[in-house]
């Protein structure tokens, strides 16, 4: 059981402190999390501390691949909704 950082990682170390096991670590080309060490700290939190600070939806993922920091949850717009805003601003 590990989490993983994917390349939308802006790098901005926000997630590299929070970690109760010291499974961050700044890499090329983006932070990586060491599987050895991360428990998604279980036993210490109720959540993942990276993703809950993390300012990238999306790109923190759980052992099955899914985003724990899913698209909308920093936000509280649903998915659908802002591609449809996006669209409009393009649009003008």
């Known amino acids: 059981m ?3 950082i994917i390349e939308s990682c802006i790098n901005c170390w926000a ?3 929070q970690c ?3 499974a961050i670590h700044a890499a090329r080309p983006h ?3 060491d599987p050895k060490k991360c428990t998604e700290c279980e036993g210490d939190y109720a959540e993942p501390q990276c993703a809950g600070i993390c300012p990238i939806e ?3 993922l759980d052992s099955l691949g899914e985003p724990v920091n899913p698209p909308g949850s920093l936000t ?4 659908a909704r802002m591609a449809q805003v996006m669209v409009e601003i393009q649009a003008r």
């Open 15 to 17: 997630c590299e402190s």
């Open 2 to 4: 590990s989490l993983e």
């Open 31 to 33: 932070f990586l999390i």
């Open 58 to 60: 999306g790109a923190i």
């Open 76 to 79: 509280g717009i649903p998915p």
């Open 20 to 22: 109760p096991g010291n």
